[in-house]
């Protein structure tokens, strides 16, 4: 059914507002450490939105990445956190220590991570899409062939290999292990 004020309605028998976040792990580094997720792969009502609920001790991070297909907020609840930015233009390094009822907005593509300077941080992320994607900074170091280290940045290609060989797989709560 169509409104004159709006999208198509789904028929009501089919309408599920309600979805736990809890039954959506997204990363799970230890039960202090996690995330929980929901995108409308888990929750199909969604309209260009998704959430994630994020939870870290004091010296844990969200590892370096960007999302080539969403812009983001991030709200803290609890706990207090340092969330840094590149800003691709000009490449100047923003820092911002983010404590409970205070947000930071990373626009689309932009380089950003999360350091928890408390422990038991809570925060909530909100994007403007309903499938988020993530690029890991861990992803680039470790798939990146040590041979193209040494050829574009000088680095020695067999040190370069022993340095990131301890990356076996996406960090994404670091430190690892």
């Known amino acids: 059914m169509t409104t004159a004020w709006g999208p198509p309605r789904p028929p009501a028998s ?3 507002l309600f979805f736990d976040v ?3 792990p997204y ?3 230890d039960d202090r450490n996690f995330i929980l ?3 409308a792969a888990q929750f199909p009502i969604l309209q260009g939105l998704s959430l994630v ?3 870290l001790s004091r010296g844990h991070s969200v590892e370096p990445h960007w999302h080539p297909n969403a812009n983001e907020l991030l709200y803290t609840i609890q706990g207090e956190i340092v969330e840094y930015v590149l800003n691709p233009y000009t490449l100047e390094l923003l820092g911002y220590r983010v ?3 205070q947000s930071v907005y990373i626009p689309w593509g932009w380089w950003h991570w999360t350091i928890a300077l408390t422990d038991d941080v809570r925060l ?3 994007f403007d899409n309903n499938r988020f994607e993530s690029i890991y900074g861990s992803d680039i170091l470790r798939k990146t062939p040590p041979e193209t280290i040494q050829a ?3 680095l020695n290609a067999a040190q370069w290999a022993e340095v990131v060989r301890p990356l076996r797989q996406t960090v994404v709560i670091g430190p690892p292990g």
Request: charged content about 10%; overall charge positive.
């Open 152 to 154: 574009v940045y000088g």
């Open 99 to 101: 404590g409970p009822q």
């Open 37 to 39: 997720y929901q995108t």
């Open 124 to 126: 909530v992320v909100t």
């Open 14 to 16: 089919s309408l599920n």
């Open 27 to 29: 990363f799970v580094k």
């Open 53 to 55: 609920d994020v939870y």
């Open 22 to 24: 809890r039954s959506s």
